[in-house]
């Protein structure tokens, strides 16, 4: 849809009009926390790849606060291309820093019963070899546990990164923020 909107806009302004894309009024419709979580978590990497300069959310569910901290504080600049090898309940969202130095990359996995492991392959960047820091928040309650930057359902852990790549088991109905850095020579 996103690519029909921008070919139409092309055909009827012009080569390079200006005009962004935007949402607003949307909503998940879900009474889950970890449903909420993950549709919103999607979109905004979907919105994020596509361009979209503002998204704006018609109601709010427990978990979309979790969502929004994650991609607000660990997500960079530049959305850069990423897909994964099962697209359509695992997706990968990838950022990165204005000098390409940094590099996050958000796993949203939709699937509301199976934990999965994804190979992520990192094109374009050079992370080092070594271990990395993950953000993941799964399984919220039904009550809202973001509080603040210090007070969330955000665990810390690490994945190995070897040769551009790493695997990772992503929870059902979960998000995972792998935070690179290049390798320096």
Do not use: C
């Amino acid at each position: 849809i996103f690519q029909r909107i921008n070919d139409w806009l092309a055909i009827h302004f012009g080569e390079n009009h200006g005009i962004t894309l935007a949402i607003s009024e949307w909503g998940p419709s879900a009474n889950n926390p970890n449903v909420s979580a993950v549709v919103y978590g999607s979109a905004l990497g979907t919105f994020a790849n596509n361009g979209v300069e503002l998204f704006s959310p018609w109601n709010w569910g427990i978990g979309m606060w979790e969502t929004l901290h994650l991609y607000s504080r660990y997500a960079k600049n530049y959305s850069v291309s990423s897909t994964s090898s099962l697209e359509n309940s695992v997706s990968a969202f990838t950022t990165v820093n204005e000098s390409a130095d940094s590099m996050t990359v958000i796993i949203v996995n939709r699937d509301i019963n199976t934990p999965r492991n994804v190979t992520i392959n990192i094109n374009g960047f050079s992370a080092g070899n070594g271990t990395y820091s993950t953000l993941e928040f799964s399984a919220l309650p039904e009550t809202e546990t973001f509080k603040s930057h210090t007070d969330n359902a955000l665990k810390k852990n690490k994945v190995t990164v070897i040769s551009n790549s790493f695997i990772i088991t992503v929870p059902a109905l979960s998000t995972i923020a792998v935070l690179l850095e290049k390798a320096t020579t």
